[in-house]
């Protein structure tokens, strides 16, 4: 089963404690959601893999360390997944970025595809799949299930809240699949939105609302 990791670090908890408010508006909604990534991705960045490398410093000879895993990429699920993209590239600046378009049906709940473009050598990359909410796990479920039928094999997925019934339908569907999650919340209510959540984050990054 793939690990599960909430986010303990105080400046995630405090962070996403700002971007629940209601008050927030989008300009520094924006903000924190990239600031809230670049921590997370951090801490789910800790167990990559190193190498010894011999370099030479100014003063002497040295084995160093380096990454030596697989490449990285990063795939946000559009479009609140976006949100999370500059904050990831600020800790690994050289991942390629992959696009997944997936938006729920209001009525049905159901993922909606409409868009795909992933690097060539995504299926030799340890992919990050980003996205802001993780509620009934219809969206990032699908999500995965193209990367796998486009070869991707090295996955994780992070989020910044989630609710228990995502992460079960996760580890159900995608049990190889580590979690990163910033925040777990209690429940979904019968629109299916996280409880207590922070809204609808495609529309509060973006101001659509
Ligand atoms: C939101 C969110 C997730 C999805 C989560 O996207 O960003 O992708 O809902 O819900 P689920 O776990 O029940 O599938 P939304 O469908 O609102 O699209 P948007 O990002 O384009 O606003
Ligand atoms: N999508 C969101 O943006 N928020 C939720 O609470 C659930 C799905």
Known sequence: MGKVQVMEHPLIQHKITCIRREELGSKEFRAIVGEIASLMCYEATRNLKLGD?????????MIGKELCGKKLAVVPILRAGLGMVDGMLSIIPTAKVGHIGLYRDPETFKPVEYYCKLPADCGEREVFV????????????????????KGVKNIRFMCIIAAPEGV????????DVDLYIGALDECLDEHKYIVPGLG????????TK
């Open 130 to 149: 980003v996205d802001p909410m993780l509620a009934t796990g219809g969206s990032s479920v699908a999500a995965i299930q193209l990367l796998k039928e």
């Open 200 to 207: 609808d984050a495609g529309d509060r990054i973006f101001g």
């Open 168 to 175: 079960e339908y996760m580890q159900k569907e995608h049990p």
């Open 53 to 61: 490398v011999k370099i030479k410093t100014p003063i002497c000879e």
